[in-house]
């Protein structure tokens, strides 16, 4: 029974050295010592920086459509065959450039005969004036009677009325006959020609002769939600707001420009409101109708802190970082976070400048653990959640 016993004693003193994480060893005099483990004190390799505190823009982001400032379907005032198509195709014109001429001569008539109506009362009216001037001596004498220098002084007011009704008369056919040469109303660039001349063109022609886009500068139309406009009221106030535009992927500037306005109401249904931006657009990158991502700066936050994305975890309190402290222990701090951008978040509380942080290899940390930070040439070392979580490592 003494020898069971022993034997048992000695399996469960084997087993409890070993779920302790140790192993026995004799010293030189011969005394056994318990060693600690290695995965006990092993420091947990991971990637830090340091915390760093400078400007930051406070930016707003939104999608929006570019929109020409100026567009127009170029149609004509007149009836008439068109006689020359004088544009080319996505041409550049400036404002009073010729377009297009329709066949003039119908409109050439009509300023002839208004010419020469005016021609013919403006006579009448001369003659009215001379009897007028004759026959006011003679009354004056009493060689004329009163009813005739009355009937003398209608006549001319009536010439008067009809020359100053042809010359409105002519100036309406003058004004026809102009629209007998289309001109371009702003500076733009001509898309496609929608009818070719030898056809006959009218006002009521719902497609018109091309439509004409203002280029540059060009506006852009994006949304932001309703709880950023006070903000905006301010940047605008101070001439603090500015905008630039990117690609639809986000990654490429086009173009910078200025905030124009807030449209006056908010959309109910989504609660999102109308922002308007103007671009110069010299290189012509913005095009109309195409999506961008509108960037809008509203203010700068100098001596700002921020740190890499991937330092800020989610926890049952928060968003929270891991400050590696004095003989490289970590501790857990609460933070409070702001915008994020480009891979870097904006601490707005909980940390301080020049602090050490933990960017990856979280997964295996707690308060008080002791890291070892890796260089940026071994960061292959860090473990990551999600190689870990995918059975890979421990």
């Known amino acids: 029974m ?105 409109y050439e008539a009509q300023v002839d005969q208004a010419e020469a109506a005016l021609a013919r009362d403006q006579a009448s009216l001369k003659n009215a004036k001379t009897d007028l001037a004759r026959t006011q001596p003679l009354a004056n004498r009493g060689f004329a009677t009163q009813q005739l220098l009355d009937t003398q002084g209608s006549q001319v007011t009536q010439g008067e009325g009809t020359v100053a009704l042809d010359k409105a008369a002519l100036e309406a056919a003058q004004t026809q006959l102009s629209f007998a040469t289309i001109t371009a109303p702003f500076d733009g660039v001509t898309g496609i020609r929608r009818i070719d001349p030898g056809n006959i063109v009218q006002p009521s022609d719902a497609n018109g002769l091309v439509v004409l886009t203002q280029l540059h500068p060009i506006a852009v139309i994006f949304t932001l939600p309703s709880s950023a406009i006070p903000g905006v009221r301010q940047a605008l106030a101070s001439g603090a707001a500015s905008v630039d535009a990117y690609d639809s992927q986000n990654t490429r500037k086009l173009d910078h420009g200025s905030l124009m306005l807030i449209d006056n109401q908010v959309d109910a249904a989504t609660g999102t409101v109308r922002l308007k931006a103007s671009f110069p657009n010299a290189g012509r990158a913005l095009w109309p109708g195409s999506f961008v991502n509108v960037h809008l700066t509203i203010a700068t936050r100098h001596n700002a802190l921020t740190v890499p994305l991937t330092a800020v975890l989610q926890g049952p309190n928060g968003a929270f970082a891991y400050v590696v402290g004095a003989n490289s222990v970590v501790s857990a701090r609460n933070v409070k976070v702001g ?29 008080g653990t002791t890291v070892e930070i890796v260089p940026d040439d071994k960061q292959d070392q860090v473990q990551n959640a999600t190689t870990a979580s995918a059975g890979m490592l421990p």
């Open 2 to 106: 003494t020898s069971r016993t022993f034997k048992i004693t000695c399996a469960c003193l084997l087993a409890a050295a070993i779920g302790g994480g140790a192993y026995v060893v004799h010293t030189p005099g011969g005394t056994p010592a318990a060693v600690p483990s290695r995965a006990a004190t092993a420091a947990v390799p991971v990637t830090a920086v340091k915390v760093r505190q400078h400007d930051v823009p406070i930016m707003l982001e939104g999608l929006g459509t570019v929109t020409p400032l100026n567009t127009a379907t170029i149609s004509t005032q007149v009836q008439g065959t068109l006689e020359s198509v004088d544009f080319v195709e996505g041409q550049e014109v400036k404002r009073g450039d010729v377009l297009a001429k329709i066949d003039p001569r119908v």
């Open 339 to 367: 915008q994020s951008r480009e891979g870097q978040v904006l601490i707005e509380q909980g940390l301080s400048p020049d602090e050490t942080i933990v960017t990856a290899g979280q997964y295996r940390l707690n308060p």
